[in-house]
């Protein structure tokens, strides 16, 4: 059974810094492709970052580039969003998703090629 379990959501000041974790379980992670995207109040879900597991190619959303970054620890099954300069357009609920089977270096943005989802974190970014 497949779990990703997401964690370090909060509230934050405008630049500051929070990271998020995404713990996988029962997954088989060289052919996987780990997303994190994120649901602000009355928006759709949109496409945050993402990494293959194996390889490491990444890919961003233009509104997170140069400020997040998704990183990966084979060891701990888990994948990172470390969210630096932090604004209040962040918020939203942040959730991890699990794209498996994914072959290629492509890292897809589009959430309904992802396979696997978490409950979804909470970061709240103040003025």
């Known amino acids: 059974q497949v779990q990703l379990e997401e964690s370090g959501g909060g509230l934050a000041q405008a630049g500051g810094s929070l990271r998020l974790s995404c713990a996988a379980s029962?997954?088989?992670?060289?052919?996987?492709?780990m997303g994190w995207f994120r649901q602000a109040p009355g928006k759709e879900r949109e496409f945050v970052a993402g990494?293959?597991?194996?390889?490491?190619?990444?890919r961003y959303a233009d509104s997170v580039k140069g400020r997040f970054t998704i990183s990966r620890d084979n060891a701990k099954s888990t994948v990172y969003l470390q969210m630096n300069s932090l604004k209040p357009e962040d918020t939203a609920v942040y959730y991890c998703?699990?794209?498996?089977?994914?072959?290629?270096?492509?890292?897809?943005?589009?959430?309904?090629?992802?396979?696997?989802w978490g409950q979804g974190t909470q970061v709240s970014v103040s003025s």
């Open positions: 029962g997954l088989t992670f060289r052919d996987n492709v």
């Open positions: 998703a699990a794209d498996v089977l994914r072959y290629s270096d492509y890292v897809p943005d589009v959430q309904g090629v992802y396979d696997y």
């Open positions: 990494i293959k597991w194996s390889g490491g190619s990444t």
